[in-house]
Nanobody, 120 residues
Framework: VQLQASGGGLVQAGGSLRLSCAAS????????MGWYRQAAGKQRELVAS???????NIVDSVKGRFTISRDNAKNTVYLQMNMLKPEDTAVYYC???????????????WGQGTQVTVSS
């Protein structure tokens, strides 16, 4: 499974960015898609996730500002980030858990990471 993430960049506080992550490869079905972030000197943390049934989980620190969505036909997950704050600065990684044609167990794959920098 290959993941291609895009959409990061530099934005002023209060601004918006939209991240995208497209999954491709030997995918039979997607179980869950999510976004994580890792700020400098900190551990990677879950930001938001969405499972196949549509259930969404969003971390409290971004609730009301970030929205996760997916396009099933395109195997793509999006993270709409509004009202960005300097503390949102991090490298954002997408993660996809899927059933594939090459393994009997679910595969968990990571995108390459995209930098989001929010200036004050």
């Amino acid at each position: 499974v290959q993941l291609q993430a895009s959409g990061g960049g530099l934005v002023q506080a209060g601004g918006s960015l939209r991240l995208s992550c497209a999954a491709s490869g030997s995918i039979i079905s997607i179980i869950a898609m999510g976004w994580y972030r890792q700020a400098a000197g900190k551990q990677r943390e879950l930001v938001a996730s969405i499972i196949s049934g549509g259930t969404v989980n969003i971390v409290d620190s971004v609730k009301g500002r970030f929205t996760i969505s997916r396009d099933n036909a395109k195997n793509t997950v999006y993270l709409q980030m509004n009202m960005l704050k300097p503390e949102d600065t991090a490298v954002y990684y997408c993660n996809v858990v899927s059933r594939t044609r090459t393994s009997s167990t679910p595969s968990s794959d990571w995108g390459q990471g995209t930098q989001v920098t929010v200036s004050s």
